[in-house]
């Protein structure tokens, strides 16, 4: 059973759905880390967990400065997680294929979560935001 309402409008945003995507495969990439490793590994799944979690918190907010802080620390955490991976790929702790899966799709989000950033900057700027939770069809 699919549950909708406003406050779970973010599951339509695509950034939203590859941000997840970038999480599950950190978790498959680094969950079989060695022992003296798992602190590193884990660090680096939370950061690529972070990037979705702050985007579904800034769209609940319905404040549109609250939501904008909330992607850019999104953005802040996929610099963190850019940061971890090309680290593993410089130690050879990860290969080049895993590398490059992860870069691809980090790619991806970083740049639509760029491009959300700056489309919400605009609806700033124009005041075209809807800060309510009612419908369209409710006002009057």
Known sequence: MDRKNINRGFK???VW???????????KTFSSFPFELKKIAGNSIDA???ISRN?????????LKEYLNHLN?????????HSCYLSFKKADQITTEEFE???????KVENELLKLIESL???QQNGKWEENFYSKSQKT
């Open 101 to 107: 899966k992860l870069d691809q799709l980090h790619y």
């Open 17 to 27: 759905e590859d941000a997840i995507a970038l999480y599950a495969l950190a978790f």
């Open 12 to 14: 339509k945003l695509r």
């Open 55 to 63: 985007i579904a918190e800034g769209f609940c907010r319905r404040s």
């Open 121 to 123: 900057q605009k609806k």
């Open 73 to 81: 620390i999104a953005l802040g955490s996929c610099g963190e997680f």
């Open 48 to 50: 690529a967990h972070s």
